[in-house]
């Protein structure tokens, strides 16, 4: 399909296209790149907000615990 584009312009108008079509490869390239990132990024943030929510539920069970105990005696 490309080729028969190209073959149907003019050297100039195939150079023009050819720059925008290497411009847009480049901009999905870099996006691509940020969104992979961006993903990492989150990844990273969810394992902590695990961690903390974990860490957040054995403290409470722990404080729970103690208050029956405190309640009991």
């Given at each position: 399909?490309?080729?028969?584009?190209?073959?149907s312009l003019?050297?100039?108008?195939?150079?023009?296209?050819?720059?925008?079509?290497?411009?847009?490869?480049?901009?999905?390239?870099?996006?691509?790149?940020?969104?992979?990132?961006?993903?990492?990024?989150?990844?990273?943030?969810?394992?902590?907000?695990?961690?903390?929510?974990?860490?957040?539920?054995e403290q409470?069970?722990?404080?729970?615990?103690?208050?029956?105990?405190?309640?009991?005696?």
């Amino acid at each position: 399909m490309l080729e028969f584009l190209l073959l149907s312009l003019d050297k100039d108008s195939a150079r023009k296209l050819s720059n925008t079509v290497d411009s847009a490869c480049v901009l999905l390239t870099d996006y691509n790149k940020r969104l992979t990132s961006e993903l990492d990024e989150r990844r990273n943030v969810a394992k902590l907000l695990r961690s903390f929510i974990l860490s957040q539920t054995e403290q409470l069970r722990h404080a729970e615990r103690r208050l029956m105990v405190s309640m009991c005696v």
